[in-house]
Nanobody, 119 residues
Framework: QVQLAESGGGLVQPGGSLRLSCVAS????????VGWYRQAPGKQRDVIAT???????HYADSVKGRFTISRDDAKNTIYLQMNSLKPEDTAVYYC?????????????WGQGTQVTVSS
């Protein structure tokens, strides 16, 4: 089974930075496409950034130039470096194994980590 655990969220002032981490179970994660998602209050869960095994990366327009996704395959971990944070970035952030979702026919989510951007 796939198990994901996000961490690194917290309260930060506008313009500040946070670094989120997601640790996944299993070695297959190292070969899979993965991504970060977020869900703000009253809104749907949207993709923020994705990265493949070959380091092909895509960002949502709302975070392009401010957020950076990366992965450490030896540690089964992906990261989201968030800079120049805005109040609009306030949300619960989740990671997802995109390839596993296809293989198993369902999504696998961790508990998420809360990011609050406020003065």
């Amino acid at each position: 089974q796939v198990q994901l655990a996000e961490s690194g969220g917290g309260l930060v002032q506008p313009g500040g930075s946070l670094r989120l981490s997601c640790v996944a179970s299993g070695d297959m994660f190292r070969n899979n496409a993965v991504g970060w998602y977020r869900q703000a209050p009253g809104k749907q869960r949207d993709v923020i950034a994705t990265i493949t095994k070959s380091r092909s990366i895509h960002y949502a327009d709302s975070v392009k130039g401010r957020f950076t996704i990366s992965r450490d395959d030896a540690k089964n971990t992906i990261y989201l470096q968030m800079n120049s944070l805005k109040p609009e970035d306030t949300a619960v952030y989740y990671c997802k194994d995109l390839t596993a979702s296809i293989v198993y026919g369902r999504d696998f989510w961790g508990q998420g980590t809360q990011v609050t951007v406020s003065s």
